[in-house]
C-alpha cells in the first residue's frame, strides 16, 4: 500500500507539472495578447483615478466635458487606448483576448503589435480628416483584428480540403464562427453609418480585412504576382 500510495503521488505530482509547463508555455505564445489587455485596463485606471480627482462621476463624464480641442489631441494621439466607461473596455477587452490569442498563437507577437497600432490609429484618425472629433477606444484594433483572424481561420479550413485529411485543423472552424458574427455586425454598420464611432469601426474591419489578406498569403508562402 505505501509503494502504491508513493506511486499515486509521484504520477499526480508529474500531471501538475505537465499541466504547468503547458499553461506556461501558452503564455509565452500569447504574452502581446496579455500584454495588451492589462495595458488598455491600467490606463483606463487611470482614466478612472483622474475623473475622481476631478470631481467627475465616470471617465465618460471626464471625457465629455473636454472641449473640442481637447477631443481631438486625445484621438489623435492615444485614442486606441482610452474608453468612455466600463462596458466600452469589457466589450473590447472580450474580442481582444479571443481574437488576439488565436492570432498571436497563429503568427507572433511583432504582427500582433504592429496590427493594433497600425490599425488602431488608422481607424482613429480617419473620422478627424472628415471633420469629427474622433472618436476614442479599441473597436477599430479589434474589428481589424476579427477581420484577420477570418480570413486566416477560413484559409485553414481550406487547407484541409485541399490535403482531404481530417484533422486537429478543423478546429480553426469555430474562428470562422466568431469572425463571421463580428462581420455581421460591420455589415450591419455599413449600411447605417452615423457618427464617428461607426466610421472608425468600419474601417478598422475593412483594414484588417486588407492587411489580414497580406499576413495570410505570407504566412502560406503564397505570392499572387511573380515579380
Known amino acids: ?21 503547458s499553461a506556461t508555455q501558452l503564455r509565452n505564445q500569447v504574452i502581446g495578447t496579455i500584454t495588451l ?13 483622474a475623473a475622481n480627482a476631478l470631481d467627475y462621476s465616470t471617465s465618460r463624464a ?5 472641449s473640442r480641442e481637447a477631443k ?19 466589450d473590447n477587452l ?9 492570432l498571436e498563437y497563429q503568427y507572433d507577437r511583432s504582427f500582433l503589435y504592429t496590427f493594433y ?4 490609429y488608422l481607424a482613429a484618425w480617419a473620422p478627424l480628416a472628415i471633420g469629427s472629433v474622433g472618436s476614442v477606444g479599441a473597436s477599430g484594433a479589434t474589428f481589424g483584428l476579427t ?12 487547407e484541409v480540403g485541399y490535403d482531404r485529411v481530417l484533422d486537429l485543423r478543423t478546429l480553426h472552424a469555430a474562428a470562422v464562427f466568431f469572425g463571421l458574427v463580428k462581420a455581421r455586425e460591420t455589415v450591419v454598420i455599413l449600411g447605417m ?10 474601417l478598422g474591419a475593412f483594414i484588417g480585412l486588407l492587411l489580414g489578406l497580406k499576413f495570410v498569403l505570407d504566412y502560406h508562402d503564397i505570392q499572387l504576382l511573380d515579380l
Do not use: C, N
Open 94 to 102: 472580450g474580442v481582444l483576448l479571443v481574437a488576439g490569442t488565436y
Open 62 to 66: 471626464l471625457l465629455t466635458s473636454l
Open 72 to 90: 481631438i489631441f486625445l484621438a489623435a494621439t492615444i485614442g486606441p487606448f482610452i474608453h468612455q466607461g466600463p462596458r466600452h473596455l469589457t
Open 147 to 158: 477581420s484577420w483572424l477570418l480570413v486566416h481561420s477560413i484559409s485553414r479550413l481550406l
Open 117 to 120: 497600432l497600425g490599425v488602431g
Open 193 to 202: 453609418v452615423s457618427g464617428a464611432d461607426d466610421v472608425t469601426h468600419f
Open 37 to 49: 489587455t492589462a495595458l488598455l485596463v491600467a490606463i483606463f485606471q487611470a482614466e478612472m483615478i
Open 1 to 21: 500500500m505505501p509503494a502504491d500510495h508513493q506511486k499515486t503521488r509521484s504520477q499526480l505530482t508529474r500531471f501538475f507539472f505537465q499541466v504547468l509547463s
